[in-house]
């Protein structure tokens, strides 16, 4: 099989199967006496175990998976595809804390907060973190503390506290400043509860579609998996 003809399989250029070949994507091709690459159906299954992996893992990390699988180290290939489904759950464990905290946010009652506004380190403090950082939240747009009249100092009241909290659990989920900005400040509005219904529906489709994706992936890999191991007893 030519370089070509693998590159139209697969809707990609010749190129960029020499891209591969290089990269260590694929495994050694044999070359004819004209020193033409050869490919072979292992060839194949190996662009489609990548194009497959890359969707879920990304580039980086699906060329490591390739890797080690065509040196046939499947136990650090098998660390990478573990380590990618742990996250993927941290993410959901994630998301689930956030809803969980809004729906309670929504169903709470208006009951005045006792006692003073927090200053920044208190509220630091509270929630984990350096007080740098929320100071680059309130340049963001994403807090909005009230200021001491006589000393200018920054006081974080209820509101302001629970929008710490939900940036807090947003930035855990990997979400970017500028979107943890535009969702807080969309809670802000009356159209608040339908912005965050919107937000965590697309979180969760987000979700679902890099699972289906990890799978697929991992159907690729155990089918290229199935060919080096069937190739090595005969």
């Known amino acids: 099989m030519r370089p070509v003809d693998l590159a139209r399989e697969h809707g990609l250029s010749a190129q960029a199967i020499r891209n591969y070949d290089a990269a260590g994507i694929l495994p050694p091709a044999e070359r004819s006496e004209s020193g033409y690459r050869r490919y072979t159906s292992f060839h194949a299954q190996a662009l489609r175990t990548f194009l497959a992996l890359r969707s879920g893992h990304g580039h980086r990390q699906a060329t490591e998976i390739m890797h080690a699988t065509n040196r046939g180290d499947t136990e650090s290939a098998y660390r990478l595809i573990d380590a990618a489904h742990v996250a993927l759950l941290a993410e959901r464990d994630t998301r689930l804390e956030v809803a969980t905290a809004l729906d309670a946010l929504a169903t709470a009652t208006s009951t005045p907060v006792r006692g003073r506004p927090l200053t920044v380190g208190e509220l630091a403090r509270r929630l984990g973190m350096h007080p740098a950082t929320l100071r680059t939240w309130e340049t963001q747009g994403i807090l909005r503390p009230d200021r001491d009249r006589a000393t200018g100092y920054r006081e974080y009241g209820p509101d302001c506290v629970r929008d710490a909290q939900i940036a807090r659990q947003l930035r855990r989920g990997g979400c970017p400043l500028a979107q943890v900005a535009r969702f807080v400040d969309s809670l802000r509005t009356a159209g ?3 912005a965050s219904t919107a937000f965590l529906d ?28 069937r190739a090595r007893q005969t």
Do not use: I
């Not at 489709?205 to 191991?229: F, H, I, K, V, W």
């Open 202 to 229: 697309s979180w969760q489709d987000r979700l679902t579609e890099r699972s289906r994706a990890l799978l697929a992936g991992a159907a690729q890999l155990d089918t290229y998996l199935t060919m080096l191991e």
């Open 192 to 194: 608040g509860a339908g």
